[in-house]
T-cell receptor, first 115, second 109 residues
Framework: AAGVIQSPRHLIKEKRETATLKCYPI?????VYWYQQGPGQDPQFLIS???????DKGSIPDRFSAQQFSDYHSELNMSSLELGDSALYFC??????????????FGEGSRLTVL | QKEVEQNSGPLSVPEGAIASLNCTYS??????FFWYRQYSGKSPELIMF????GDKEDGRFTAQLNKASQYVSLLIRDSQPSDSATYLC?????????FGGGTRLMVKP
């Protein structure tokens, strides 16, 4: 079965650079979520999109932005990178229509290292 | 204060024993709860979800929900070394998952 696809899997950037992470949700899923997980931390919710519109916003820094495109894939753009942005970034998708269970399916994550 | 709280552990149990993982939540409006397992450096994978008060069993796993006391637990019977991982409790209030800090479980052979 198709899963959530994230790219790139690993990314190394320097401080003040910009990074873009991509997420392709499971087909027919209408909601995409972005989570950030620092070392030894639980995943922290950043932002979500339902049917290409931002639906919820969590602890996403102002330096970050995200959008969901017409094909439902999503991109997380991170600018003015800081050392503290080094983390695993997970994308998850879900179906929130009738009969949904609320389960989120996670991608394998993109590991960002800021030097 | 975090909305979902877990003991970070590590919780160490011998192989074959029952592992008991606990989670409390603060939002009385939360309706559904999820247990995810996460191996180091990997993505969270769903073990079980529970909506109703009481127990829900799936193989070696049993989830328990007590809405009056606002806690959720996960029991793992016949624990195996491969169960060693971090277990994340999450509630689904507000259309996104809010995770607890996770409990690290170590099953010793």
């Amino acid at each position: 079965a198709a899963g959530v696809i994230q790219s790139p899997r690993h990314l190394i950037k320097e401080k003040r650079e910009t990074a873009t992470l991509k997420c392709y949700p499971i087909p027919r899923h209408d909601t995409v979520y972005w989570y950030q997980q620092g070392p030894g931390q639980d995943p922290q919710f950043l932002i979500s999109f339902y049917e290409k519109m931002q639906s919820d916003k969590g602890s996403i820094p102002d330096r970050f932005s995200a959008q969901q495109f017409s094909d439902y894939h999503s991109e997380l753009n991170m600018s003015s990178l800081e050392l503290g942005d080094s983390a695993l970034y997970f994308c998850a998708s879900s179906f929130n229509g009738k009969g949904n269970t609320g389960e989120l399916f996670f991608g394998e994550g993109s590991r960002l290292t800021v030097l | 204060q975090k909305e979902v709280e877990q003991n970070s552990g590590p919780l160490s149990v011998p192989e074959g024993a029952i592992a008991s993982l606990n989670c409390t939540y603060s939002d009385r409006g939360s309706q559904s709860f999820f247990w995810y397992r996460q191996y180091s450096g990997k993505s969270p994978e769903l073990i079980m979800f529970i909506y109703s008060n009481g127990d829900k069993e799936d193989g070696r796993f049993t989830a328990q929900l007590n809405k009056a006391s606002q806690y959720v637990s996960l029991l793992i019977r016949d624990s195996q070394p491969s169960d060693s991982a971090t277990y994340l409790c999450a509630d689904n209030a507000g259309n996104m998952l809010t995770f607890g800090g996770g409990t690290r479980l170590m099953v010793k052979p």
